[in-house]
Nanobody
Framework: QVQLQESGPGLVKPSQTLSLTCTVSGGSVTSYYYYWTWIRQPPGKGLEWMGA???????YYSPSLKSRTSISRDTSKNQFTLQLSSVTPEDTAVYYC??????WGQGTLVTVSS
């Protein structure tokens, strides 16, 4: 049974880069046809799809975040990562990693504040 776990700092200062890692267990980030995805939910708002990296390493990004977002993977560690640059307080959210949109991590709150 695949499980995902987000990790990273819970507090980031404005203008800095937010970096989160998703560790996958019980499955492989290179397994065929799966999309390994990042989603976020700001307080009091809905879910926002940020982007994904596929089993082959191709990446896809939300047009609204594309200029600030980078998703990569480390197959040796079975992890994939999110980097969001030039953050502002509006990037404060619970960040989730997911396999496709079927299996989700528990989420991690990231607050952007000085």
């Amino acid at each position: 049974q695949v499980q995902l776990q987000e990790s990273g700092p819970g507090l980031v200062k404005p203008s800095q880069t937010l970096s989160l890692t998703c560790t996958v267990s019980g499955g492989s980030v290179t397994s065929y046809y799966y999309y390994w995805t990042w989603i976020r939910q700001p307080p009091g708002k809905g879910l926002e799809w940020m982007g994904a990296i596929t089993y082959s390493g191709s990446t896809y990004y939300s047009p609204s975040l594309k200029s600030r977002t980078s998703i990569s993977r480390d197959t040796s560690k079975n992890q994939f990562t999110l980097q969001l640059s030039s953050v502002t307080p509006e990037d404060t959210a619970v960040y989730y990693c997911a396999r496709d949109l079927e299996v989700w991590g528990q989420g991690t709150l990231v607050t952007v504040s000085s």
